[in-house]
């Protein structure tokens, strides 16, 4: 089996889904082709953990998202603004960022330390699932994560692609449907869903 750069994800709920498209709709026109956001292979979503995993673990790796989903009740999220900031390259990115509640930050934390014995960092481009050349950004974000996006370095988001955007009213309450794990593509976006189940919202 090969190993593959996943990332374990709350995904939201279809009309979140199609807010965030929009907005990426929007970002498209000042940077095509980056990011395009859909509902079938390139999921919006709030990142969790991230990392590199054998394929011979998803099963495995399925069964203890299952026990977490049981465990938690996230409720409704809320995100509070669009946060802007620049890449290594200098290109701008731009997000939903989602309010850190204490149920959130705990399922974070909770799923990081289930995952460990699973993940790896030494990640390469071929363990990305991509149909164009891998952005060095994308490979140096998984490789940190647990250094520079993990436990109080957590900051929930749903990236909505590059340029900058600001015609949204906040903040905009919704609810996550799934816990998921996803194989990663270029720009950190999920391309491929590996394994999922469903979410108590209250």
Not at 88 to 115: D, N, W
Not at 143 to 149: F, I, L, T
Not at 167 to 177: E, G, L, Q, W, Y
Request: glycine residues 4%.
């Amino acid at each position: 089996m090969a190993e593959i750069a996943v990332d374990v994800v709350l995904l939201p709920t279809e009309e979140m889904a199609d807010k965030a498209i929009a907005a990426n709709k929007e970002l498209l026109k000042q940077c095509a082709d980056k990011i395009v956001l859909d509902k079938e292979s390139c999921l919006p979503h709030i990142s969790l953990a991230m990392g590199c995993i054998d394929e011979s673990n998803i099963d495995e790796i399925d069964k203890i998202l299952k026990t977490t989903a049981k465990e938690s009740s996230l409720g409704q999220q809320s995100a509070v603004c669009i946060h802007t900031e620049s890449n290594q390259a200098g290109e701008k990115v731009s997000v939903f960022e989602i309010e850190k509640t204490e149920a959130l930050q705990s399922l974070h934390e909770g799923v990081m330390k289930r995952l460990e014995p699973y993940f790896s960092y030494d990640v390469k481009a071929d363990m990305v699932l991509s149909s164009s050349e891998t952005g060095e950004s994308t490979l140096d974000w998984i490789k940190n994560y647990p250094e520079n996006s993990s436990f109080e370095k957590f900051s929930p988001h749903i990236t909505i692609g590059y340029g900058e955007i600001n015609n949204f009213s906040f903040p905009i309450i919704f609810a996550v449907s799934k816990l998921a794990l996803c194989h990663l593509g270029n720009h950190c976006t999920c391309r491929k869903i590996l394994a999922s189940t469903n979410l108590k919202t209250c």
